[in-house]
């Protein structure tokens, strides 16, 4: 017999939402953007990948954005 032990789980921290984002994280990730939810399915579908591409359209066309949002 072994004395006790503690197993320590990391299977969630892949999938960790960022508080600050950084510019090629997945779009996903920063809050209030779900992953595989409605607005990310809806920027994969524009071909929306990172938070950088996230603002690159924001900052080109953002009434667009905001039309598929």
Do not use: Y
């Amino acid at each position: 017999m072994s004395d006790a032990f503690k197993v320590k789980d990391h299977s969630g921290e892949a999938c960790v939402k960022h508080l600050h984002s950084s510019s090629n994280d997945e779009v996903w990730r920063p809050r209030k953007i779900g992953q595989n939810g409605i607005f990310h399915k809806c920027l994969e579908s524009i071909e929306i990948a990172t938070v950088e591409e996230f603002i690159q359209m924001l900052e080109q066309n953002s009434s667009f954005l905001k039309e598929i949002i």
